[in-house]
Nanobody, 117 residues
Framework: DVQLVGSGGNSVQPGGSLKLSCVRS????????MAWFRQAPGKEREEVAL???????TYTDSVKGRFTISSDSAKTTLYLQMNSLKPEDTAMYYC????????????WGQGTQVTVS
């Protein structure tokens, strides 16, 4: 199985930056997608950014140009660099992986809180 441990959340002022990390361990799949999701109180969970095993990335419109998803060369750590943070970015952020491209995300990290105020 695959285990994910997310970290890096904190409280920052508007306009600030944070970098989230998600360390992956366990079985390694050649084909996968990893993503960052977030959920604010009273709101539905949304996919923020996605990175697949071919290096392709996608972003939700509200973070385009501000957030960057990436991984290290060993592809064991997923990052989310968040710049120009806004109060509406406040949420619990979760990393997730779709190992083997099953079409859904069965493995999730524990969440890390980002507060912008």
């Amino acid at each position: 199985d695959v285990q994910l441990v997310g970290s890096g959340g904190n409280s920052v002022q508007p306009g600030g930056s944070l970098k989230l990390s998600c360390v992956r361990s366990g079985y390694t799949y050649a084909d996968y997608c990893m993503a960052w999701f977030r959920q604010a109180p009273g709101k539905e969970r949304e996919e923020v950014a996605l990175l697949d095993s071919d290096g392709l990335t996608t972003y939700t419109d509200s973070v385009k140009g501000r957030f960057t998803i990436s991984s290290d060369s060993a592809k064991t750590t997923l990052y989310l660099q968040m710049n120009s943070l806004k109060p509406e970015d406040t949420a619990m952020y979760y990393c997730a992986i779709d190992p083997g491209l099953r079409g859904y995300f069965p493995n999730w990290g524990q969440g890390t809180q980002v507060t912008v105020s």
